[in-house]
């Protein structure tokens, strides 16, 4: 069973960066993507960027151009930069793996969507 785990999480404040980390055990199934969600809210769940089986990289529109997403091959661990945090950027990050990574926010827990989730990681961006 895949099992996946994230650390870098933190305090920091507005303007600053964070490094998030994610490595996975266990064999990611044909087809599964990998990539990073953000509990905003009790009923917002989002997509903050994603790597699809295809290698394709997708970013939410708020993060494109201050995080960056990279993984050096399947399987390996996946990261996210995130420069010039804003107070807004603030909410549990959850590393996951997932045949979809929906563009539209999900209105209830990120962990209540199918697929392989980590624990999650509090990012706290002061002003």
């Known amino acids: 069973e895949v099992q996946l785990m994230e650390s870098g999480g933190g305090s920091v404040l507005a303007g600053g960066s964070l490094r998030l980390a994610c490595t996975a055990s266990?064999?990611?199934?044909?087809?599964?993507?990998v990539g990073w969600f953000r509990q905003v809210s009790r009923n917002k769940c989002e997509v903050v960027s994603s790597?699809?089986?295809?290698?394709?990289?997708y970013y939410a529109p708020s993060v494109k151009g201050r995080f960056t997403v990279s993984q050096e091959q399947h399987q390996t661990p996946l990261y996210l930069q995130m420069d010039s945090l804003k107070p807004e950027d603030s909410a549990v990050y959850y590393c996951a793996s997932r045949l979809v990574f929906p563009k539209r926010p999900y209105g209830g827990p990120c962990q209540d969507l199918t697929g392989y989730w980590g624990q999650g990681t509090q990012v706290t961006v002061a002003s």
């Open positions: 790597i699809d089986s295809d290698g394709e990289i």
């Open positions: 266990g064999i990611i199934p044909a087809g599964y993507g």
